[in-house]
């Protein structure tokens, strides 16, 4: 089993920056992908970011390319998210997912582990 816990949202002017946290523990050793959701109330949960634990090789959904970054620290079992240049659009719940033993893209079908989320509010 792994467990995760996200941390960073909050709410940030059109503009503005924000970065999110996300920590991994339990059978980590087994996590082959990391990586970000986000959803609004109503809509589907759509993949942002993810990170092949064992390459460092990311892929990002086009809405966030150029103003997000994923990132990973082995050490603490943490997975990053900075977002630059954030849009009201960027509003939503941001959710860590994990998936042992494949790399993986950004359906979330294909994730075995879940964070409860962190909201994210940018104002116009």
């Known amino acids: 089993q792994v467990q995760l816990v996200e941390s960073g949202g909050g709410t940030v002017q059109a503009g503005g920056a924000l970065r999110l946290s996300c920590a991994a523990s339990?059978?980590?050793?087994?996590?082959?992908?990391l990586a970000w959701f986000r959803q609004v109330p109503g809509k589907q949960r759509e993949g942002v970011a993810r990170?092949?634990?064992?390459?460092?090789?990311?892929g990002y959904a086009d809405s966030v390319k150029g103003r997000f970054t994923i990132s990973q620290d082995n050490a603490k079992n943490t997975v990053y998210l900075q977002m630059n240049s954030l849009k009201p659009e960027d509003t939503a719940m941001y959710y860590c997912?994990?998936?042992?033993?494949?790399?993986?893209?950004?359906?979330?079908?294909?994730?075995?582990?879940w964070g409860q989320g962190t909201q994210v509010t940018v104002a116009s």
């Open positions: 997912a994990a998936r042992s033993g494949l790399f993986v893209g950004l359906g979330s079908s294909d994730y075995d582990y």
């Open positions: 339990g059978n980590t050793d087994t996590i082959r992908t």
């Open positions: 990170v092949f634990t064992r390459t460092a090789s990311t």
